[in-house]
């Protein structure tokens, strides 16, 4: 669907519909969702040669991280299918736990992932890609208008969505060697940070970091273990048909007490503990440094050596992000094993860099003080490409519901890890760069990566982003589910499954049992099951897959069910937009405050807020029953 609105030049202004700053992974979504739902969009970003970096791991997904990924492609977004196209490896982590933490983890070829969303951006109907630093807001009495640039070029349009990711005044950091400049050489941005000041939009210094770039001639992987990837292989698309190809392999060293003495003999050097780094960052992925000062009980780290690409020698020393200087960062690789001759092509480096106070916005990602500008990814005070690309999608989409005056789309916590995300970040803010971990989904039971285009496909296509392809897949798969579970009904005689079930470990039966109550053995799936009923050949495997969770962790899932329908109570009891919590009897001074500020939609966001306890939950309850009557 082509606006009807064109991106002429008029006046040394151009005209669109809406404005996404910044090509990173937030901004990638943002655009495309934009423009997909039928808005003419323009990315503008400062290199078009940095559209979709992954200027740190050279990797897509991980622990929760896969389950944001394929939440992102059930809607109708871009992340999953890119890194299907362009991988190098890719496996499944935590097989040997429960459905709800397995997460898909792939290794992508920077080079051509680049290449790949810069295409796509490029081919878009109603996107347009601009080199342009946005330097200021133009904001008219309290809502976005546009933005200009450095070139002193103002763009126009109804909606702004700023996905500015390190970019801020960053500054990168070795030993006490720094310099402003954004990650991996990039200009930074240095103007847009006093806009957001201006509008009295609260700012706050956050800071990330990454490993060296090593040799590849220079390593010795006969020292290390061969890490490669799964036979078997997942897709992070649902709509990916084609078998996925592991290219390359990983490999695995560690840490060693020699290494941990370097490192603690010059700790006065690292800028984290002699006072040079300002900025705050991520207590999940610290430093080596770190690492070693938190956990002075542990001989050794887990050390990952990763390929960036099939084009370059480059390779990724994963678990040794470090801001010590250079000197110490060359003694310190040469004491791990197999990296004892390495050579250096980038040195490790720490980033500074400017972001906003998550709880400045509502659960739409829009800003409080100025209507329609959106802000989505690390600007948002997240780390991380997955959750920067789940932000900007929900941003692109609630954007494009903003122009058209609908209501915006907000994902509850136990619908998506996406909603999960972005409650967290509005309604608890952060003091360090967020990342999504499953222990922060209190349903992660429901929300398994598996079931993703279940929960989020008919909400995507219903929103004109997910196209009726996408939905007709997942509908035969949802159709195939209910009419496996129909047939695990049957009752079967011992003598079909007794061997079966001694070959597996499992006590045999004595009686008639079903093939649900077969499914649910501990040791027996549903590859199991179709060698003595073959007519379950017949079905996808994802249905399979999906119909046997269903019936092993039936009496859990029926239990978190009620959990919800509790919780669902109170999300569905609005508080009114109008509330004076500041005059409202029987609150606590810090629940005044904190209601204050944020301002939540309704009780069961209100009930999430730090420092708002169940007392004042039910002063809010008495105060809704007062104003019906």
């Not at 922060?440 to 008919?458: H, I, P, S, W």
Request: net charge neutral; proline share 3%; with cysteine.
């Amino acid at each position: 669907m082509q606006s009807s609105q064109s991106s002429v030049w008029v006046n040394n202004m151009y005209n669109y519909d809406a404005i996404v700053v910044g090509a990173g992974h937030a901004g990638i979504e943002a655009g495309l969702a934009l423009a997909r739902m039928g808005h003419k969009t323009v990315i503008m970003t400062i290199s078009l040669d940095n559209i979709g970096f992954l200027a740190c791991n050279p990797s897509i997904g991980g622990t929760a991280k896969g389950h944001l990924v394929r939440e992102i492609d059930a809607l109708g977004g871009e992340m999953g299918i890119a890194a299907d196209n362009t991988l190098i490896q890719i496996k499944m982590l935590n097989t040997a736990k429960g459905p709800a933490v397995q997460s898909l983890r792939a290794q992508q070829d920077k080079v051509v992932y680049h290449q790949y969303m810069k295409r796509v951006l490029e081919e878009e109907p109603n996107l347009d890609l601009v080199q342009q630093e946005a330097t200021e807001l133009i904001v008219e009495d309290g809502v976005i208008k546009g933005v200009k640039t450095l070139m002193g070029i103002e763009f126009r349009a109804k909606t702004v969505v700023v996905c500015s990711g390190v970019y801020l005044n960053s500054r990168i950091i070795i030993g006490d060697y720094t310099k402003d400049e954004g990650p991996s050489g990039f200009q930074r941005a240095t103007k847009l940070t006093q806009s957001f000041i201006d509008n009295n939009i609260k700012i706050r210094r956050f800071k990330t970091g990454t490993p060296a770039r090593l040799d590849k001639n220079s390593i010795d992987f006969s020292k290390m273990v061969r890490q490669d990837g799964d036979d078997n292989i997942s897709s992070f698309s649902f709509m990916t048909k084609e078998k996925l190809v592991n290219l390359e392999p990983c490999y695995l060293t560690y840490t060693n007490p020699k290494t941990h003495k370097v490192i603690m003999d010059n700790i006065d050097r690292s800028p984290i503990y002699n006072g040079e780094i300002v900025g705050v960052g991520p207590r999940y992925c610290p430093s080596i440094e770190t690492k070693v000062m938190r956990f002075k009980d542990k001989d050794r780290h887990q050390i990952f050596i990763e390929p960036e690409s099939r084009t370059t020698n480059e390779m990724y020393a994963q678990g040794l992000s470090s801001s010590l200087p250079y000197d110490v960062q060359l003694e310190m690789y040469h004491t791990i094993e197999g990296l004892e001759n390495c050579k250096f092509l980038r040195f490790a480096y720490a980033i500074e860099y400017d972001c906003l106070d998550p709880m400045e916005l509502t659960p739409s990602l829009m800003t409080k003080k100025v209507k329609g500008l959106f802000t989505a990814g690390q600007i948002n005070g997240s780390s991380g490409y997955e959750e920067a690309a789940a932000q900007g999608i929900m941003a692109g989409i609630n954007a494009s519901r903003y122009i058209k005056g609908e209501e915006p789309i907000v994902l509850r916590r136990d619908e998506a890890y996406i909603g999960v995300l972005i409650d967290d970040l509005v309604t608890k803010g952060t003091n360090e760069p967020y990342r999504m971990m499953t222990s922060r989904a209190e349903y992660r039971l429901f929300l398994r990566q598996d079931n993703a285009d279940l929960r989020l496909t008919e909400l995507g296509y219903s929103i004109g982003l997910a196209t009726k392809e996408r939905l007709d897949n997942m509908l035969e798969k949802k159709a195939q589910i209910k009419e496996i579970i129909h047939l695990a009904d049957r009752p079967i005689s011992p003598k079909l499954v007794n061997d079966l079930l001694v070959e597996k470990g499992e006590t045999a039966v004595e009686h008639g049992i079903t093939i649900k109550e077969l499914f649910r053995r501990s040791n027996i799936g549903y590859k199991d099951v179709q060698t003595v009923f073959p007519e379950f050949l017949e079905f996808r495997e994802d249905a399979l897959v999906e119909a046997e969770t269903e019936m092993k962790y039936e009496g859990y899932l029926q239990k978190q069910l009620s959990q919800i329908k509790e919780m669902t109570k109170l999300e569905n009891r609005k508080l009114p937009t109008d509330i004076d919590y500041m005059s409202l009897q029987g609150l606590r001074v810090e629940a005044r405050e904190k209601l204050e500020q944020i301002r939540p939609l309704n009780l069961g966001q209100a009930s999430r807020i730090s420092g708002v306890s169940p007392a004042d939950i039910n002063v809010l309850i008495v105060y809704l029953s007062k104003k019906v009557q």
